[in-house]
């Protein structure tokens, strides 16, 4: 997964452009069924408006003897993103108000966005804008801003054997940040591939798009088919350090929610989770109260709790692989959870049935051996009256998921439970 | 208000007679709209009936030198409330049963009554009584106990633009006791001054009557109308020490219950909410299973709770203006969240509304500033879903309720908001 | 009681077998109304058998001397329960095989029993295990399974004014075991004289048999009837030390388990409240899901927490005659807190009614003395609006069942409430 996010870590990237393209066009060789979809600038999406297409050639800042002091060749997040075009000279004062730098963190440059304000703009070192000490400057900012283009996006869909979808979600618009969200893309990328190998109950559903417009753009196409998500997840900062963060759906009691706290209950790993908060990644737009979609967040730690947030300082060598691995087997075991939760019936629900003639029972009675995967199947036995599932059977008994599926399917096979 | 607590101290109340009229006609100076109402002694008020109507002119104890060791002159609590008329020479033993005193408080007279048992008798200092060392007192109570009187409570309606009530109620038969309840009267009265003056939604009905009987009657004659009640507080020691103690209604979960400890929570002074508890003062009445009204009750430090609790030390020194125009501000607040809690509908649910072309979100986007009041409008629209009011909103977000107020009015200004 | 627990304790019980039948011929000495159910081996019950029934008449192991070193004619637990006949010489491997001691505890005969899979053994002292130092032993166990024996089990019926029931069970299989089980014996033998002694709201049955395939078999033939049953007890363990412990139900919140918690809560002995777990004593039959009886588990310190359990330990030394005879009272108070428990009508309840003219009330007001039972008065008045039982009553207002009962038959008797 490394070697993915090297190599899309050089793109410069927005909600629109070239960038993207080029992303999902790597994402394609890992992916071929991958779908790219191209929404023309302009197009209305709910209460919004697809944009002017946004690309960007060259973006400097000259002293007088012309050397470049601010260049965007050097690093993608020297510039504004959605910079308009501008170039001539500009006297310091001028060019100060357009300038963007982190006084508490002088060596990292910030990153910065006027989507939807027309604006321009230059993000540098504090230490470097403290040396501009020149009284004027050219600027030149080679941008377009193109309203006949348009915005793109990649989907994938796994059919399974039923309609109901698992949606996984997650942005590709930020320029040479690893973390935020090379990390993201990549373990949905491997994450996909495992679960195109595999037989699939639910369709899986993965959309790759820009922050916010995207997912209101996705969201505007499918108003009608939107009903058939009964899990998702928004996947982001996967590669950097520290436990898990879910943040739960605003639904807060929805199976994804109770899914993903199970899971990492079982996993080892620290984690925490996390309520409902109006503000994030795009699950806002999937929880939005017209939608409520079953809809959380996996991170590790949060946007805006670490000091390398949305800095040039979230690069390549912040994410380590190990943790991006541990991410992405995280997410296996959420689908598993998913896939293999089940509200079971006893078929023998009065008196317990038999163990021991069915080879489920230890033999020689009255001392205590044995007698955890025992209590495993007479809790799965108990609560399997076919209004409980197991992910409540985990959480009243506290078991360990996978503990429950393997008594589940031994009792299955025993033809004591069935699934409703 | 400590004027209006001042000039009512040294009436004699009791829960019929003519210290209450008296009150009520001051009360009448503060708000020219105030009924007075009678109600005839021996009329039946639900399991109860009106008491013959008491008044006293004097009562004394005198030794053998004709010289008066107690003396109703002297202060009010020295007769036991509702004392039948007496005169004549006791032995020092006889009178020693009709006399309360506090050996543990021996400066302070306490407040004692016998409403609904014939009986009379005298209060004072411990230190007095141990010096009652003759063999014989005449004692005299120039009282009087009219079957054909007549119960005096006040009321005053504030029309709303609609009918549901908010209902305000405090006692008003305590004699020269300051905290016990001339500061709840001063409350309720400044604060009727203040509705008054404003426009309302809801309809206010402050009733000042006697405790206990008042209540009673005020509930038999407006059985038919007590149901446009949709939330009350009594108002009572108001006046003193200590941080705010909000007492639940039988309800617990009531809306008013739910104001009062939200107010409370954003007040910034210390406080304390309790559970229902069939003892206290007029909410027994209000809150009794029939009518099972939500009305709560408002006091600072509780009764029984402070050592001045109905003794002569509950006085005007006792009651600090700074507390009792603490308590009014707090009264205002609550009326004020009553007034302005609304069940909202976002109007633009699915997905997120575009804040930013409403002039509703900063401008530069991947910093963190100002997110504060982002967050309150992005909690209001989240959770506006047509099933939460503005409560259920400032509870799940953790907000204070002056904030969303101020959000509901500008996302509702922009369109996006309406109640429902 | 511990008259009763001495008489039995020598006799070898099983979960068939005349050890049952002289057990239960011994309680009908205390209970002539007992009814013994014999049935037959071979029968279904529910998912299982009635299993053949088990007699053992003598059992050892000789060495080359002839002597015995292992004699069940020393002790009822030295035979594996339900070992198949056995005669011949073996050596002392194929003799290990077959043996049970614990290392731990090397001076404690183990219990062990093989119901359902044909085997043989023999218990013994680690100590005892150690010294078996020669080639080879003579082995003889003098058993008979005869499949056209039966099981037998014990009831008891004491018709109450309604056909409503409360079950109590206890297994009676153990051999040679005090606490486990003749404790839950003699509770339950006693507490059924104290109830046929008084007038009774509910029918209480009792049922003696042998653990699971008892409680399977009496489940199998009354399904039509358990319907009935609104209150359950499972009694064991009550002789030792320790607090109570009491074994919710599969519901969780049923009756009884509010009413037992109840009761704990106001007896004063130390106590603990545990959830509902699928493993345990026969409340794992009536509580399966099929049948989901209200029914929990009362115990001193439970099974496999004191080292004595199912030792040879666990004898007449280990059940205090006072321990038992706290079990006794606690049943007897859980019992009676079900006949009494009633929801109540306030008669009364537009406002509070008059308590002191129906001499229910102190008289000089003003003090707060006496205020404990006016405030039980009131409280019941206050929740009794026909939805809240006086369980309810006592949680809510945290009061002991026992004052509550006191309360309601004075209210009762003022006119002032009625059971639904």
Avoid at 238 to 250: A, C
């Amino acid at each position: 997964m490394h070697a993915l996010m090297a190599r899309l870590f050089p793109i410069c990237r927005s909600i629109t452009g070239n960038g993207v393209r080029e992303t999902l066009a790597v994402l394609r060789e890992y992916l071929p069924a991958l779908q790219v979809h191209e929404v023309p600038s302009g197009t209305p999406a709910l209460d919004w408006t697809v944009p002017a297409e946004w690309n960007i050639r060259d973006a400097w800042v000259k002293n007088a003897a012309g050397e470049r002091v601010i260049d965007f060749q050097q690093h993608n997040l020297h510039v504004l993103q959605y910079s308009t075009p501008v170039h001539g000279w500009f006297s310091r004062r001028e060019l100060d108000e357009h300038l963007f730098s982190l006084p508490e963190q002088p060596d990292l440059i910030p990153y910065r966005t006027s989507y939807y304000q027309a604006s321009w703009g230059f993000c540098l070192r504090h230490h470097q804008r403290e040396q501009l000490r020149e009284e004027h400057y050219e600027v030149c900012i080679d941008s377009t801003l193109d309203a006949s283009g348009s915005l793109t996006y990649g989907e994938l869909v796994l059919p399974g054997a039923s309609e109901e979808e698992v949606l996984l979600s997650c942005h590709c618009c930020h320029p040479s940040l690893a973390n935020d969200n090379l990390s993201g893309l990549a373990v949905a990328v491997f994450l996909a591939q495992a679960l195109a190998r595999q037989p699939r109950r639910y369709t899986y559903r993965f959309v790759f798009g820009p922050g916010t417009i995207g997912s209101l753009v996705w969201l505007s196409r499918h108003r009608e088919t939107v009903g058939r998500i009964r899990h998702g997840l928004v996947l982001t900062l996967l590669g950097g350090p520290g436990g898990f963060t879910y943040k739960q759906s605003r639904r807060a009691t929805a199976d994804i929610d109770r899914t993903v706290a199970l899971v990492l209950r079982d996993f080892g790993a620290e984690y925490e989770v996390r309520p409902w908060l109006p503000y994030g990644y795009d699950e806002r737009q999937y929880c939005s109260p017209g939608f409520n979609l079953p809809v959380g967040c996996l991170s590790r730690t949060p946007f805006g709790e670490f000091a390398e947030y949305h800095t040039s300082a979230d690069n390549l060598s912040f994410v380590r692989p190990e943790q991006v691995a541990e991410s992405l087997r995280l997410t296996e075991a959420v689908c598993e959870a998913l896939e293999r939760n089940h509200t079971y019936r006893n078929l023998s629900p009065y008196g317990e049935p038999q163990l021991g003639r069915r080879g489920l029972y230890k033999g020689v009675g009255g001392g205590q051996e044995g007698a955890d995967w025992q209590m495993v199947l007479l809790w799965l036995l108990s609560l399997s009256d076919g209004s409980k599932s197991l992910l409540d059977v985990a959480e009243q008994a506290n078991l360990p998921l996978a503990l429950l599926h393997r008594a589940a399917s031994a009792l299955e096979g025993a033809g004591l439970l069935q699934p409703l």
